[in-house]
């Protein structure tokens, strides 16, 4: 495992694509998560701290862009917290998609605690860098890449209030590159929210109070050029942008 997480490490550092690790070895998703947990262990070495968790493939669209049809999770680091604006020049092939996020105010062990453990809702996005070659990976590659997290940021938080079917916009320099509902997110982004703590209770994890837990693009992600500003509006939530150099 460490052996495999040593080279998705090493890929993200050196900005560098890498083969699907499914070509040459044997890889099953309980294997693939021991993975993630290595490459994280990785960033936590370096001082890095575990912020939040990120769901993916919790809407059809991402599920058939990527041709993989299993909710996953991954786990964010307060260094993928991007502040405004983002260099490109450190990321391999990024892609940009909208998310709607949950701030955590208690911590939560299993689904019967999400109902009262959620303090704020925002807009968000997420900024994916497979690294994996041409962005193309199976469900356990993509597993043990944590999920292709890399960068992801949030409007101001609101009081919890229902997300279940907003309006989402996303432009690159004031042009509308995806759209869509939230209600793409598995009918509504709490349920993506339940699904986080039924993955986090297997893994024996506790969803701590102030961490952020994305649900999950409710669109298709884009390449994310460098020079490029981004927009993304939920209804009611206001914006949040990004801009890249
Ligand atoms: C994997 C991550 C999927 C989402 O929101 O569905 C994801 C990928 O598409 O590279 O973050
Ligand atoms: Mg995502």
């Known amino acids: 495992m460490n052996a495999l997480a040593e080279l998705l490490d090493e890929a993200t550092l050196a900005a560098r694509a890498i083969p699907r690790l499914t070509d040459t070895a044997d890889l ?78 208690r911590p939560v062990r299993t689904p019967a605690d999400v109902a009262a453990a959620v303090g704020g809702v925002a807009v968000g996005y997420e900024v994916l860098d497979s690294r994996y070659e041409g962005f193309s990976f199976t ?16 409007g101001p938080w609101h009081r919890p209030r229902d997300v279940a079917n907003l309006g989402l916009v996303m432009e690159i320099d004031g042009r509308a590159v995806a759209s869509g509902s939230s209600a793409a997110i598995l009918g509504d982004p709490l349920r993506s929210l339940t699904a986080a703590a039924r993955l986090a209770s297997a893994a024996g994890i506790e969803l701590q109070p102030g961490w952020v837990v994305l649900a999950g693009a409710a669109t298709a992600a884009v390449p994310l050029p460098a020079g490029a500003h981004v927009r993304i509006a939920a209804a009611g939530l206001g914006h949040v942008e990004v801009t890249t150099r």
């Open 139 to 154: 469900l356990a590659d993509v597993i043990a890449d944590n999920a292709s997290a890399s960068g992801f940021g949030h």
């Open 28 to 105: 099953d998703v309980p294997a693939a998560y021991q993975v993630q947990r290595a490459t994280v262990e990785r960033r936590l070495a370096r001082g890095e701290r575990i912020i939040g968790v990120k769901m993916g493939f919790t809407s059809r669209a991402k599920m058939v862009q990527m041709g993989v049809d299993d909710v996953i999770w991954g786990l964010l680091t307060d260094a993928m917290l991007v502040q405004h604006d983002l260099d490109t020049a450190g990321l391999i092939h990024p892609r940009i998609e909208p998310e709607i996020a949950f701030l955590l105010e």
